[in-house]
């Protein structure tokens, strides 16, 4: 129990059926003679040598905090779940070549461990790409700068050097926990949807072979696939386990999802490896739910066909700092802060109708353990909190890019800039004459940009259906042009190859506007290892409406709780920025476009 806490606020503004279950409730089985063993069986799982089929949540450990972890483990397993189902995601793991952190967020290892003693089997997706959402699928941000012309995910041998040194690092890290080592680790995905994106059997194969050698050949290998022929012909690995994934639907719609993937696996188990309770949200749309009792009613399908399920989310949790991906639909997408899901747990993993509703569902299968359900975390109110300016970009420029500019003829992405997400200012004097007004264009902006000319604002540009944006300015000769680029988010599936920044040329009046310093802007990502609050001086603020163009730093004085809970940040009049606490990013605000308006950020007490 916290008694007492310190806390300070940086909001940075942009102006802007017959099958044994193999419920655990203790941290190992009882000791037994025979080796354990998890299998492919004629219609089922064999564990043991005995049937089983099981009932897995989604659970990604870097969305939630270790000190949590634990908590939500019991929900699940109080839910009646016997497995959990985590992504693993390369690109926190390895942030820049061959640097590794398994540590606090990001502490696989022990995220394996807590699910066993929570009574959780566990099932392994290590990608290398996993989706989910996040920027770049998942993929560290500097594979661009190793080879632009690397083909993703595919054979090509200058992608495949990454993967492999990766995953001899994280999966060894593993062995120990699969289930014929007496952890948890029953089975494990090869690559992830790849229907969906090629059919390239050499690496498929790659990837079997090795998660075969580094895991071992008794953990069960799988594929993941949406509901479509196609889809399942493209993606299936020879070798493996084919499954599908589809969300809420009919009895007859279940069944024939079935029969698809038995087209594929004459024997075996089967299993929706994703099956959705919800979806995923956008800034600029509308909250995504599912109706409980749809979601209730097709799992109640699954199960009586003696499948294997696994929810995806069971518990979603939050995208801090700059995690969260984008994709491409009609417009550009860029994901939102939540990813709560809709799922059966909340974003604060907080008991749900949902859950209730499918807790009840499973007693009668026999999963839910005896006992009460855990309560929902305590929250709190505090109240307003007054804000104080600490000056604006311009004013803390010196301490946000704090190294040489990198200078260039033409931009640079910001994967050449070595920036893996955030911010970069696009820097140039105008040396020649200029039309009034002159028509700014920017080919390529990926995927937001303030304009100021000699540090004064004059537009905003974001892409939307295109990657081309103008703006009428007026500037002459002499002038200094700035162009302050915003990363969205990568996008997390479909057109991944694509980098961030500026990636073609800036015209005014279709003459290319050459000689550029690059600044890299440093603000705090997820996770940090010692959060520091953001040193900069108080007193500067906006004096007039046009300033609030400028981003802007605003901080709150020290401010004392007497019991730390966890809360949410409301900025109901705010427009777009980020928000600190203690140093550590919550991630993007953005109420002016919703749908996140008025419960913002969720943080733990953790962190006050």
């Known amino acids: 129990m916290f008694t007492s806490s310190s806390v300070r606020w940086t909001i940075v503004s942009l102006g802007i059926v017959t099958a044994s279950h193999g419920i655990l409730l203790s941290d ?8 354990r063993t998890f299998a492919i069986g004629d219609k089922c799982f064999l564990k043991d040598g005995q049937p089983f089929r099981y009932i897995s949540g989604s659970f990604h450990y870097w969305r939630q905090p270790p000190e949590y972890w634990e908590d939500t483990f019991l929900k699940m397993r109080v839910a009646g779940l016997t497995a959990v189902q985590t992504y693993v995601y390369w690109g926190l793991h390895e942030p820049e070549p061959e640097e590794y952190n398994f540590r606090g967020n990001l502490d696989i290892r022990k995220f394996v461990q807590l699910a066993q003693k929570s009574g959780l089997l566990a099932i392994l997706r290590p990608g290398p790409f996993i989706d989910a959402e996040v920027d770049f699928g998942g993929l560290p941000y500097w594979l661009h700068r190793m080879n632009s012309t690397m083909h993703l995910r595919s054979s090509d041998p200058s992608y495949l050097q990454y993967v492999e040194r990766w995953l001899r690092k994280i999966l060894p890290m593993l062995k120990d926990l699969t289930y014929s080592n007496g952890g948890p680790i029953i089975s494990a995905q090869v690559e992830n949807e790849y229907g969906s994106r090629d059919k ?14 580094l895991l071992g050949k008794e953990v069960v290998l799988f594929t993941t696939d949406g509901n479509a022929a196609e889809l399942v012909k493209r993606g299936m690995v020879e070798g493996t386990l084919t499954t599908t994934d589809f969300g809420t639907a009919s009895e007859s719609e279940v069944r024939a999802a079935f029969e698809l993937q038995r087209q594929f696996n004459k024997d075996g188990p089967l299993v929706n ?23 209730v009613e097709t799992l109640d399908a699954m199960l009586r066909m003696n499948a294997s399920v696994n929810t995806y989310m069971f518990y979603g949790g939050t995208n801090y700092g700059f995690v969260s991906g984008s994709n491409a639909g009609d417009t550009f997408e860029p994901c939102i802060t939540s990813y709560d899901y809709d799922a059966p747990l909340s974003e604060a993993g907080d008991i749900t109708p949902k859950y209730t509703k499918i807790r009840n569902l499973l007693q009668k299968y026999g999963t839910v353990p005896s006992g009460p359900v855990p309560p929902s975390r305590e929250k709190a109110a505090y109240g307003k909190i007054q804000m104080y300016p600490m000056g604006s970009f311009y ?16 931009p640079l992405s910001f994967e050449f800039l070595k920036q893996p997400y955030g911010f970069v200012l696009y820097r140039t004097v ?39 944006a103008a703006l009428n300015v007026y500037i002459r000769a002499n002038q200094t042009l700035d162009i302050l680029v915003q ?52 007193g500067r603020g906006p004096k007039k409406p046009e300033d609030f163009d400028i981003p802007w730093f605003f901080t709150s004085k020290d401010f004392d709780v007497d019991e730390a809970r966890d809360t949410y940040l409301r900025l109901d009049k705010w427009t777009h920025g980020y928000a600190f606490i203690n140093g550590r990013n919550l991630g993007r605000y953005w109420p002016s476009q919703g749908p996140q308006v008025r419960r913002l950020p969720y943080f733990p007490f953790l962190w006050f």
């Not at 004013?395 to 033409?410: A, D, G, M, Q």
């Not at 996008?491 to 690059?518: C, R, S």
């Open 200 to 213: 390239d059997l050499k690496y498929k194969g790659f990837l079997r072979d090795l998660l075969k050698e």
């Open 28 to 35: 190992k089985e009882d000791s037994q003679e025979a080796p």
């Open 395 to 410: 004013h803390n420029f010196r301490k946000l890019c704090p190294n040489v500019p990198i200078s260039s003829t033409y």
């Open 273 to 295: 490896s994703e099956y959705y309770p919800g979806w995923l949200d956008h800034w600029g749309e509308p909250f995504n739910t599912v109706d409980a009792d749809k979601v």
């Open 487 to 538: 990363n969205e988010g990568r996008f997390a599936v479909g057109p991944i190859e694509e980098m961030k920044g500026i990636v073609g040329n800036v015209t005014l009046d279709g003459k290319v506007v050459q000689d550029w310093k690059m600044y890299p802007v440093r603000l705090p990502g997820f996770p940090v290892d010692d959060p520091q609050p953001l040193d900069f001086e108080p």
């Open 430 to 468: 105008i040396n020649r004459s200029t039309k009034d007004p002159s028509v700014l264009a920017i080919n390529g902006l990926h995927d937001r940009a303030y304009v100021f000319v000699d540090k004064e604002p004059v537009g905003m540009l974001a892409r939307f259906s295109t990657d081309k």
